[in-house]
């Protein structure tokens, strides 16, 4: 591997000449570089691969595997892979701004038809992903970034998963809590697509308001937020939940009108985002029905990408993106669960704070954003991934050794970092 790296490393040299850092994820820092061989401008993500060099991280390859089989209009291209001083470096195609930016935008008016071709864009990039057995998983507005033309492109696949073999027991505290379906929420194992479906619809949702339309604080709360909007769902609507690992009974509330929510929203778009909303998944819209769906074809047409409003370029847009963004609007909390609830105080390790942590049964959840503190999404610690059993810090990556990395690179079929591609 050393020889290699040091292969790598020249090349790193001679092809991209390093720009701005873009920003930082959960995986790293993101890079904008310029292909000396294209001339083209790209983003290079650096994953972190752990601690020893020879430790893969193997949510990385998972990544790389997949965005390797995915190529489509609405999917973002990954141009190249390499490891560089014990980081994995992935090139993309340079995107000028994302779905988050357009929508916080205030000078950005969105007509219906514009709000249709964004919608539009998403679910033909995860139509794609679908087709193909893989789930985006962590479909959120800042992982749906716009180019140049005004494309949108569903981007960051660090957590999505091939989902086509038997028995596979996926991890269910991976997804944006406020984009997270309900199924997920009550700790379901096994999931569908149907997740990046009650995403996409968020997604909608949030388009048409202009702001998040479910909220939540907390899982709990999360709940609380889709019950207070939808109606607590009865046991008719959606059989399966009663037996889903981490099932609470939440006290039943009716649901207010939709119409009352949306008051701006054609009849056919609130159609179409009630049965994207729909509790059970197995009765929920696919994203191909979805886009057969009458929403589509009436009138007005869907935008042309290149005539879609373009919000402030990348950088420009950073600090206003907060600003207009206020986590307490939204629907009201109603029903904690009837199990107990126990609350207890830990220490931060860092820099000592004290923070308290809820425990339901055997699920904890984090207490600091129960209390009213900031949610906002420019927080360090990203909201897919619920850090709060592990204390403030995140939880060490899972490494691989030699030996299972050697049996991977065969079962992935990783051969772009097989020299003699170069
Ligand atoms: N292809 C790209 N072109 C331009 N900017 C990009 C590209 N990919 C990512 N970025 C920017 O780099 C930053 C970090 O992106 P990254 O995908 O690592 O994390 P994120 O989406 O911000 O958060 P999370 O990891 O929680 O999804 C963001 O500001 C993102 O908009």
């Not at 929508?103 to 679910?123: C, E, F, G």
């Not at 193909?132 to 033309?149: E, F, Q, S, T, Y």
């Not at 998963?161 to 194992?189: C, I, M, N």
Request: charge should be positive.
């Amino acid at each position: 591997m050393p020889e290699f790296d040091q292969f790598l490393s020249k090349k790193v040299a001679d092809r991209y000449l390093k720009r701005e850092v873009l920003g930082e994820g959960t995986y790293g820092v993101v890079y904008k570089a310029i292909d000396t061989k294209s001339g083209q401008t790209v983003a290079i993500k650096k994953i972190r691969l752990g601690k020893h060099s020879d430790g893969v991280n193997f949510t990385a390859l998972r990544e790389i595997k997949i965005l390797k089989e995915l190529k489509d209009p609405n999917i973002i291209e990954l141009i190249d892979a390499f490891p560089h001083k014990g980081n994995l470096h992935l090139v993309f195609e340079f995107m000028e701004s994302d779905l988050e930016a357009v929508i916080r935008d205030r000078n950005i008016v969105l007509s219906p038809a514009d709000v249709k071709s964004y919608l539009q864009m998403t679910l033909k990039g995860l139509a794609y992903c679908h087709k193909k057995w893989v789930l985006h998983r962590d479909m959120k507005p800042n992982n749906l970034l716009i180019g140049a033309d005004g494309q949108l492109k569903l981007a960051d696949f660090g957590l999505a998963r091939l989902f086509g073999s038997p028995d596979r027991k996926f991890t269910h505290q991976v997804f944006a809590r406020w984009y997270r379906a309900p199924e997920l929420l009550f700790g379901t194992k096994q999931y569908g697509a149907g997740v990046d479906v009650w995403a996409a619809a968020c997604i909608f949702a949030e388009l048409l308001l202009r702001r998040p339309l479910l909220q939540g604080s907390s899982d709990i709360d999360q709940l609380g937020k889709i019950f207070a909007t939808f109606g607590t769902p009865k046991p008719s609507q959606w059989p399966d939940m009663i037996y889903l690992p981490d099932y609470v009974e939440y006290q039943y509330v009716s649901a207010p009108p939709l119409r009352s929510l949306f008051p701006m929203a054609s009849d056919d778009a609130l159609d179409l985002l009630s049965k994207m909303f729909t509790y059970d998944p197995k009765s929920r819209i696919t994203v191909q029905q979805a886009l057969e769906h009458r929403y589509f074809s009436s009138i007005p047409a869907p935008t042309k990408p290149s005539s879609l409003p373009r919000p402030a370029r990348k950088g420009e847009s950073l600090n206003s993106k907060p600003s207009d963004f206020n986590p307490h609007e939204g629907p009201v909390v109603l029903s904690p669960p009837r199990k107990s609830r126990r609350v207890t105080v830990q220490r931060d390790g860092l820099e000592g704070n004290v923070h308290y942590t809820e425990k339901v049964d055997d699920h904890f959840y984090d207490a600091r954003q129960v209390a009213g503190e900031n949610t906002g999404r420019s927080e360090n610690v990203p909201m897919s991934v619920d850090f709060s059993i592990f204390g403030s810090k995140p939880p060490p990556r899972p490494t691989l050794n030699s030996a299972d990395r050697s049996h991977l690179k065969r079962k992935l079929d990783l051969e772009f970092i097989q020299p003699e591609r170069e």
